[in-house]
């Protein structure tokens, strides 16, 4: 026969362990969910050199996409950073892709990022140069505000 104080031990255990893991992905879903909720609607890419000189090995990358927040509340965007492509990352000059976001989307409206990076561009041609796929995805970092109301669960 198995002991009455053993078994509640038991079953106290696995209940904590229940809440803490419920507690822990609700917390990971709601940190989440304002990433979730933006999207790229439209995106504007153009390649070529930095300046008029005949200087074509270094060229500018100028990206320009609109992000648009499904949420019901404001996001403020931390910070907003392309991820791009093996083939032109191995080609970047500039060291921080991150472009600091500082501001704030309301529900259902759109915001313009945009940004630039230099890349080494000899040995490639005209051609390999516009065939380049620059962004593979974006990454961003979000803050939402959750109201907080007493005595609620």
């Known amino acids: 026969m198995v002991n009455k104080n053993l078994m509640r031990n038991i079953l106290i255990f696995l209940l904590v362990l229940d809440i803490i893991l419920f507690v822990e992905l609700k917390e990971n879903s709601n940190s989440s969910q304002a990433e979730d909720r933006l999207k790229i609607v439209s995106s504007t890419v153009v390649l ?4 008029s000189t005949n200087n074509t090995s270094i ?3 100028n990206y320009d996409f609109v992000l648009y927040s499904e949420e019901n509340e404001e996001i403020h965007l931390d910070s907003v950073e392309p991820i ?17 976001g500082n501001k704030t989307i ?9 940004g630039q990076v230099e890349f080494n561009a000899s040995g490639l041609s005209k ?3 516009l065939n380049l796929d620059p ?4 990454n961003v970092t979000s803050t939402k505000t959750l109201l907080f109301h007493k005595g609620e669960s």
């Open 48 to 51: 070529g050199p930095i300046d």
């Open 59 to 61: 060229q500018a990358f």
């Open 84 to 100: 791009f492509t093996k083939d032109l990352l191995t080609r970047v000059i500039t060291e921080n892709h991150e472009i600091i």
């Open 106 to 114: 309301s529900p259902n409206s759109t915001i313009s990022v945009k």
């Open 127 to 129: 051609e390999q140069i």
């Open 135 to 138: 962004i593979y995805s974006v």
